[in-house]
């Protein structure tokens, strides 16, 4: 029986395999070809959907503290005694800053005397005028120099009320500016009050979105150093547009309770200001941009097919198509440089 050798020897090019056989002899036998299964361009595709955008506008504000004031002297004195310490926490109507009051209370004392004398004059007169010994004008007269004394009284009461620097609210004091047996000076600051349990957020909105925010919309906020996002609630918006800066300025108040939101800072606020349903929205990443505007892929019959798009509001990763795209196409995310019309694709559906 005659062997016959066979010798294989493969050969890839374009897709197909062939085998080139000798027999026995050494004699070439006519190749045989054998097509391989075909492969695709592998990228992920996402399904269009309906979806509800919200769209957000991010500005740069600054936080104040809810209420703060510059704590300083109405009348001039040495300072004798100071009621707390730096950095503590007050409340309303504590003493922190105490004048000398000495020469005003012996001031008052001689006018509590002079009253003394003064009421008994008055008691007496009336008894005469009731006896008809003094005239109406006699009595009268007395009756006046008691009031006048009482008037003088009052008032020294009040410029000693005046030495006694109270917190006008709940709040942390800073740094004190002045030490005791100094000499103050009316509207010297002594120290700053603020209160921190609250704070304010005030931020310019453009002017297009004026007819969008009004007082009770909530905004989140973040600041420099803090990974945590904050949320406010609009409490005053201003009634007018700033026309330097084409802005409405916007007050937030948020809840301040660790003191972690530092009065001065700076913050990124994201403001809400209406939505859409049923609308369609891309990966930012599946826009390719040319001169005309901007195209995506598509995969149809397993094919790419570039398509035009019109692009509406877009958010951090996304963007709106108002015209191209149809709810349930597939729409490549990547491999968008090696992509071309028409090439055959292996779709891989992205996690959301």
């Keep these: 029986m005659k062997k016959i050798l066979i010798i294989a020897v493969i050969v890839v090019a374009g897709g197909l395999v062939f085998f080139l056989t000798r027999n026995g002899n050494g004699e070439a036998v006519t190749p045989v070809a054998v097509t391989s299964p075909s492969k695709g361009l592998a990228a992920e595709v996402i399904l269009v959907k309906d979806t509800t955008l919200e769209e957000m506008v991010n500005v740069l504000g600054t936080i104040y503290a809810n209420e703060e004031v510059e704590v300083a002297s109405e009348v001039a004195g040495r300072l004798v005694r100071i009621n707390f310490s730096e950095g503590q926490l007050v409340r309303k109507g504590q003493l922190l800053f105490k004048l000398d009051d000495s020469e005003l209370q012996g001031r008052l004392k001689i006018l509590e005397a002079r009253k003394n004398f003064v009421s008994s004059s008055v008691k007496r007169m009336e008894a005469l005028y009731k006896a008809e010994a003094v005239s109406r004008e006699e009595y009268e007269n007395e009756l006046n120099s008691q009031e006048v004394l009482d008037a003088e009284i009052d008032l020294i009461q009040i ?46 909105l453009p002017e297009k ?27 005053v918006v201003d009634p007018k547009i700033d026309q330097t800066t084409r802005s409405l300025f916007v007050r937030a108040v948020a809840e301040n ?29 599946a826009l390719i941009p040319n001169l005309s505007g901007y195209t995506v892929y598509t995969v149809r019959n397993g094919k790419s097919v570039q398509t035009t798009v019109t692009v509406g509001l877009r958010t951090s990763n996304s963007v709106q198509i108002t015209s191209g795209l149809s709810k349930g196409d597939t729409v490549m995310t990547t491999n968008l440089l090696r992509v071309k019309e028409g090439l055959v694709i292996d779709p891989v559906v992205a996690n959301d």
């Design 159 to 204: 410029q000693i009320g005046k030495t006694g620097i109270l917190a006008p609210f709940d709040g942390k004091t800073g740094i004190r500016r002045i030490s005791p047996g100094a000499y103050v000076n009316p509207n010297t600051t002594l120290v700053h009050l603020e209160d921190m349990g609250k704070v304010k957020i005030e931020f310019p």
């Design 209 to 235: 979105y004026a007819s969008k925010i009004k007082s009770g919309d909530k905004v989140t906020f973040t600041v420099e150093n803090d990974s945590r996002t904050y949320e406010g609630t609009v409490n």
């Design 257 to 285: 309770k660790d003191f972690m939101l530092v009065p001065g800072s700076s913050a990124s606020v994201t403001v809400p200001i209406g939505g859409e349903e049923n609308t369609l929205l891309v990966p930012s990443q």
